[in-house]
């Protein structure tokens, strides 16, 4: 018997419930999930390039006594860093060259992961996990990206 012949007869037990529950709930828009993905990671970086920004001669200030990243100058590390989180955070909200902007986002949490808070790492699985999402699955339809590879296949037929 199916759920639909079990509903007709008056058979529906705890177990078809929870079936048809997970079947509606997967039918949630994953394209919705993305853009909360999207913009949930960007305002975490947007916020902290920011910062970056108001702030700058703090920034170099914490680079120096707090961060004290290897191999380049605090007030180097201060602008490559509030530079990357402000442009590829505007990049994720606009949804374009989302795969792309992902890359110096991970790379610069996994030098902070590794050189300036090693404990930090429920955050870093976090942001991590939702950066390597974006970049395997993309943006989805709510995104530039997605509105430009539509444009372009339309051109290319």
């Known amino acids: 018997m199916t759920a639909t012949e079990d509903t007709l007869t008056g058979r529906w037990g705890p177990r ?15 394209s919705i999930l993305q853009l909360g993905m999207r913009i949930g990671v960007g305002m975490v970086f947007f916020n902290a390039g920011l910062l970056k920004y108001r702030s700058f001669e703090f ?14 100058a605090p007030a180097v590390a201060a602008r490559i860093a509030m530079i990357n989180e402000l442009t ?4 994720l909200f606009l949804g374009l060259a989302t795969r792309l902007a ?16 090693p404990n930090a790492w429920p ?18 339809v709510l ?5 430009i590879e539509r444009y372009f296949r339309k051109r290319g037929q």
């Open 16 to 30: 078809l419930w929870f079936v048809a529950i997970r079947e509606r709930v997967g039918r949630f828009p994953l």
């Open 59 to 72: 920034a170099i200030k914490l680079f120096e006594d707090e961060y004290k990243v290897p191999i380049l």
């Open 88 to 91: 590829t955070s505007t990049l």
């Open 102 to 117: 992902t890359l110096p986002l991970l790379g610069m949490m996994s030098v902070i992961q590794i050189f300036v808070y």
């Open 123 to 140: 955050d870093h699985v976090l942001w991590g996990s939702v950066l390597i999402f974006l970049l395997t699955r993309g943006p989805g």
């Open 143 to 147: 995104s530039l990206d997605y509105l």
